[in-house]
């Protein structure tokens, strides 16, 4: 699953400090715009307790978490759409992203400058989100006359399904909706998604708070309202800060249980923007248990066990013949694969058994 999801945000919003912390990869930070200039790619481990659960259970040589990945985009500024700051090289990077990582800053700072002069999230956010509106509305614009001709014209069955989905994104984006607000049947879905709309695209809202407020992030007034529009646009919003994030992915783990003891939080916030992240493009995971390795591995939500296998091998997809299956919460309760068995808990899938997250999964095959 070679997914990416991209952090945007305006100038020193934390951007960057949040990818450091999220990657340790060392992404470039300065106190001034554009420090980013080309996007950093990192990879990151996905935090799930239910692996080492697993291995407690059913030992192996080696434990393999899943990995995701996440891009650090440039900062946006304003009149990006139009080529303000290097606007159209950044739109182009998110075009290439699967998802979006809104950063917002939600803390004060007379040190940190930011690009407006003042701290004020939601016009921050509108910023953002008006430029991907823009830039999906020039999209359009470009495609809509050549494409009406043709339909019009040709009766080409193709461009009269394009022509009627442009009719309809048209509208929306003028009012100053984005293409998401919208529902599209399977078909519908196809043509959008071969048109790459920045505003098609997934969105999660993160709040960079200050350290005071890790522990209750609702208790900022800024956090508050980012929430609040997030609530409207169907998206989903995480408080951390980003900084304290980073300083928290240097500790040894003994210091960093006894920070986030201190600090009243039972993990980083990090661990879940990655599983926030992770499940917005729909990805779950399935586990192999036992033997040389036990691992998790990502999948997409809606796929069929054969499918599934050929995540592992293409053999596997190929020569698929049932999935022995076992639900993690059953593992968990009943403390060992041979009680999961005695219990009748252990299923044979087949061909149409689409797989859940969690499963615990042993294909049988042959080629």
């Known amino acids: 699953m070679s997914l990416t999801a991209g952090i945007v945000g305006l100038p020193n919003v ?14 470039e930070m300065a106190n001034y715009p554009f420090a980013t200039i080309e996007p950093n790619v990192g990879v990151v481990e996905v935090p799930d307790s239910r692996l080492a659960r697993i291995q407690e259970i059913e030992p192996a040589d080696k434990v393999v978490p899943t990995t995701f990945e996440f891009t650090d985009i440039a900062g946006i500024v304003k009149g990006a759409s139009k080529g303000e700051g290097l606007g159209n090289k950044f739109l182009e990077n998110i075009r290439q992203t699967d998802a979006i990582i809104e950063v917002v800053r939600a803390f004060e700072d007379s040190e940190i400058t930011h690009v407006t002069g003042k701290v004020d999230p939601i016009a921050d956010i509108e910023t953002i989100n008006t430029e991907l509106i823009i830039a999906d509305m020039e999209q359009i614009d470009k495609r809509y006359s050549k494409i009406e001709k043709a339909a019009v014209n040709s009766k080409d069955k193709a461009a009269i399904a394009e022509y009627n989905v442009l009719k309809k994104i048209k509208p929306v984006l003028e009012a100053g909706k984005p293409v998401r607000s919208l529902q599209f049947d399977e078909e519908e879905k196809k043509i959008v998604h071969n048109l790459f709309f920045l505003t098609d695209k997934p969105m999660l809202y993160v ?12 208790s900022s007034q800024f956090y508050q309202a980012i929430s609040d529009y997030a609530a409207k646009d169907g998206a989903e919003v995480i408080g951390l800060a980003a900084k304290t994030e980073e300083e928290i992915s240097e500790m040894d783990q003994a210091d960093k249980a006894d920070f986030l003891e201190m600090a009243g939080v039972s993990e980083p916030g990090l661990n879940k923007l ?17 033997g040389k390795e036990t691992r998790a591995w990502t999948f997409k939500s ?6 599934v296998a050929g995540i592992i091998h293409s053999d596997f997809e190929r020569g698929f013949i049932r999935a022995e299956t076992i639900s993690f919460p059953d593992l968990d309760k009943l403390g060992s694969v041979a009680a999961v068995k005695a219990a009748g808990k252990l299923r044979s899938e087949g061909k149409e058994y689409l797989v859940q997250d969690g499963d615990i999964i042993n294909f049988r095959f042959n080629v």
Do not use: C, V
């Open 14 to 27: 934390g951007k960057s400090t949040l990818f450091n912390a999220i990657t340790k990869a060392g992404a």
């Open 207 to 218: 709040a960079n708070i200050s350290e005071g407020d890790m522990a209750d992030p609702a």
């Open 274 to 290: 990655i599983r926030a992240a992770y499940h917005l493009l729909g990805l779950r995971t399935f586990f192999t248990a036992g």
């Open 302 to 307: 809606g796929m069929k066990a054969p499918q």
